[in-house]
T-cell receptor, first 112, second 114 residues
């Protein structure tokens, strides 16, 4: 059974810092990995999608990497801003059944 | 529509009652997913539709939960004899056909069973 773990569970940083969020998964039989952002009381906003054949994807200040063989992904946020405060979730799409399996998220707070 | 739409946004019901939650996927998206999210947890898979059929319903917790998608577009999640433990946010997502595609989520329905 696929298990997704996100470390740390919570992170508080001052504005302007670069930071890294970690995601690990136990079964490398995946189609892709997706990073999401969730604001309190809201749904999920897709940030980046990395296919299993890719190593990284970039969007603005966000960069996500994928090492499928070791079961790890990182989300790098450059020059963090208070508006980046949210919960960040990673999810893998499994080759068996195409379901998305989520981690429990990292709650990020960026302090002004 | 422009995004995945879920209605209602909030639903309060009494224990034992029946509820229906609706999801309107992005137009043209053939894949549709239902998830349940408890406070402080990641979303938990419930069911996945490809077109009109349920391709994977292994996440439904018991036979009180049922979902349909009769015309391959709108989906309804139905919960019978609701229990307090069913209280959660129910999320719907859709994607284009194909395993490699990006999933887009709605804003969720917050269900509270009192």
């Amino acid at each position: 059974k696929q298990e997704v773990t996100q470390i740390p569970a919570a992170l508080s940083v001052p504005e302007g810092e670069n930071l890294v969020l970690n995601c690990s998964f136990t079964d490398s039989a995946i189609y892709n990995l997706q990073w999401f952002r969730q604001d309190p009381g809201k749904g999920l906003t897709s940030l980046l999608l990395i296919q299993s054949s890719q190593r990284e994807q970039t969007s603005g200040r966000l960069n996500a990497s994928l090492d499928k063989s070791s079961g790890r992904s990182t989300l790098y946020i450059a020059a963090s801003q208070p508006g980046d405060s949210a919960t960040y979730l990673c999810a893998v799409k499994e080759t068996s059944g195409s379901r998305l399996t989520f981690g429990e998220g990292t709650q990020l707070t960026v302090n002004p | 529509g422009a995004g995945v739409s879920q209605t209602p946004s909030n639903k309060v019901t009494e224990k034992g009652k029946y509820v229906e939650l609706r999801c309107d996927p992005i137009s043209g998206h053939t894949a549709l997913y239902w998830y349940r999210q408890s406070l402080g947890q990641g979303p938990e898979f419930l069911i996945y539709f490809q077109g009109t059929g349920a391709a994977d319903d292994s996440g439904l917790p018991n036979d009180r939960f049922f979902a349909v998608r009769p015309e391959g577009s709108v989906s309804t999640l139905k919960i019978q004899r609701t229990e307090r433990g069913d209280s959660a946010v129910y999320l719907c997502a859709s994607s284009l056909q194909g395993a490699w595609t990006e999933a887009f989520f709605g804003q969720g329905t917050r269900l509270t069973v009192v």
